[in-house]
């Protein structure tokens, strides 16, 4: 029963810690680092707020040394998806009609945990699990997820006080209530931000939860529940599952109570899971909402009247932060040829000045690749550049994992500005540039709108204002972030709402409140005061 309109705390985007050398946050991640990767943990399913051991392991290894074993984590029968299913369901019953104000308390909480007693947990988790640098680590696991955290209370405050328009005759209200049914939510490896948002932001809105994270998250998802079950999030509101995808997706989609999917991963898997709920609508109660963001083939164009030293700069950083992991990263740039000698010898400069190794070591700047099957699929594209006449590499195309999934930040230049390498999503630290003719600057536009199925991120660097106008109008449609003198990445909640259209996704931009607005049904209630007891109009009248 509500007992008042309250104001939540003041959505700020959480300050980025810098790691200094002697700093207390410093050593607080490398002794959290040290403890968690000389023990190891055992991660169950959570289900109904009981931790369920199934026997049936995998063992965990961080990238970087993938024959060190940190822990394992046990797989889902199909019984235990309908036990997830079947305990949200019925939790559903009192998380639905619970106050908004206590699901609000409860992630605000959420956030002030990992902001204080858990940051260097969650922050050391994701720099081994997903070797992450510090740097990476923190503006990922500890401020985006705090980030997202307190803007969506804020957002979701804001959604319930938009209410329609009212007269003395009667009063119009909304309500926004949670989905019927339960959601799914399928994670990914490269943001634990991601990772803890996506459940969070559906439960916070009222709805219960089924999420499967990334295989290769699952050490910093399991920090994840420990946040939200320390913070009070209710027993059966967010069930966490483990396993073979096709056969847990196959048990969500079969049920006629699934409601919505919230997803981040790959298009290909996007599309399958698209396809399957078309296939089972005639089963569902309600039509699913369907939510995702995939991949993408983030560009860089650089005008000729752009600093060389920016745009090298933005490529470097755009490209090879994080491996070229995040769905944002830049892995095609487009220079005009006057410019191209400045920009690629200083490209080639910070690239042979870079650090590989462990995240442990904090004067890495590049660590390994997620897993084996992203070693082996950027190391063919490698030796295919190496054999082609119409590339050549510049700088890097080295790998070896004889210890850790380690490619050499490599860049490509094409003779052909649809070479493989320009158009085909890698998901590694592999730039591609091409050179064109400075006069061909409008012509290079359409190449960048036409070349790629995504439409993600993008950047544009130009001190000439016709020239930037006049790339985000012919860009408009090929990124959902577009950034003006900057690289396509490092979206901040609050300011730059993410997402992408075209393969990319449904492009419903999360750290906002149009992504909270999918996931609730509003229903509209008009209260007459005074009751009509007569059918005639006056149009009736004699």
């Keep these: 029963m509500g007992k008042g309109f309250f104001s939540v705390p003041v959505a700020v985007n959480e300050p980025i810690m810098g790691y200094a050398p002697g700093s207390p946050e410093r050593d607080a991640v490398l002794n959290a680092y040290n403890e968690m990767f000389n023990s190891k943990i055992d991660v169950p399913l959570y289900i109904n707020g009981k931790d369920i051991k199934t026997g049936n392991t995998r063992t965990m290894s961080p990238p970087h040394d993938h024959q060190h074993v940190v822990g394992t984590y046990h797989l889902a029968e199909k019984s235990h998806i309908d036990d997830a299913i079947s305990t949200a369901l019925e939790a559903r019953k009192a998380w639905s009609q619970i106050p908004w104000e206590q699901r609000a308390g409860i992630f605000l909480k959420a956030a002030e945990l990992i902001a204080g007693p858990y940051r260097a947990k969650i922050n050391a988790a994701t720099m081994m699990a997903q070797s992450k640098t510090v740097h990476q680590a923190e503006i990922d696991a500890a401020c985006e997820l705090i980030d997202f955290l307190r803007f969506n209370v804020q957002y979701m405050t804001d959604i319930y006080h938009d209410q329609p328009e009212s007269t003395s005759d009667a009063w119009n ?10 959601v799914y939510a399928v994670t990914p490896f490269n943001f634990t931000a991601i990772a803890g948002n996506l459940p969070a932001c559906m439960a916070m809105m009222g709805n219960v939860v089924v999420w499967k994270p990334s295989d290769s998250q699952v050490f910093s998802a399991k920090i994840i529940m420990d946040v939200f079950k320390e913070a009070g999030v209710p027993a059966g509101v967010i069930n966490v599952v483990f396993g073979d995808p096709v ?3 196959d048990t969500v989609m079969a049920s006629p109570d699934f409601s919505g999917l919230h997803f981040t991963g790959s ?32 560009f860089i164009v650089a005008h000729k009247s752009a600093n060389a030293k920016q745009v090298a700069t933005a490529i470097v950083r755009g490209a090879f932060e994080f491996q070229g992991q995040k769905c944002s990263a830049a892995s095609r740039a487009y220079v005009p040829q006057s410019m191209w000698e400045d920009v690629k010898k200083y490209v080639i400069e910070d690239v042979n000045s870079f650090k590989i190794g462990s995240p442990a070591d904090l004067s890495n700047f590049i660590t390994a690749v997620i897993h084996e099957g992203s070693f082996d699929k950027l190391a063919k594209y490698l030796d295919q550049a190496k054999a082609d006449s119409d590339a050549e590499i510049i700088v890097g195309g080295g790998y070896d994992k004889s210890k850790g999934y380690f490619i050499e930040p490599t860049v490509i230049v094409a003779k052909d500005p649809k070479y493989t390498t320009m158009c085909t999503e890698l998901f ?10 400075d006069e061909a600057y409008a012509a290079t536009l359409k190449l960048v709108d036409e070349t790629s199925e995504y439409a993600l991120t993008g950047a544009i660097l130009a001190t000439d204002r016709y020239a930037v106008e006049e790339a985000s109008k012919a860009l408009q449609n090929c990124a959902g972030n577009f950034y003006v003198n900057d690289k396509p990445t490092g979206a901040v909640v609050g300011q730059q709402p993410f997402g992408g259209a075209r393969a990319s996704g449904t492009n419903d931009k999360a750290g906002s409140a149009l992504n909270l607005l999918r996931w609730v049904s509003p229903r509209m209630i008009k209260e007459t005061f005074v009751t009509p007891v007569d059918y005639r109009y006056p149009f009736l009248g004699e």
Excluded: A
């Design 267 to 298: 298009t290909f898997i996007f599309k399958e899971l698209w396809k399957k709920i078309g296939n089972n609508i005639h089963n569902y109660k309600t039509y699913p909402r369907i939510v995702g963001e995939t991949g993408g083939k983030d």
């Design 247 to 249: 056969m847990i997706t």
């Design 173 to 182: 209200r909304i309500e926004y209530r949670p989905l019927e049914g339960f």
């Design 428 to 437: 590694g630290p592999v730039m591609t540039i091409y050179v064109y003719e």
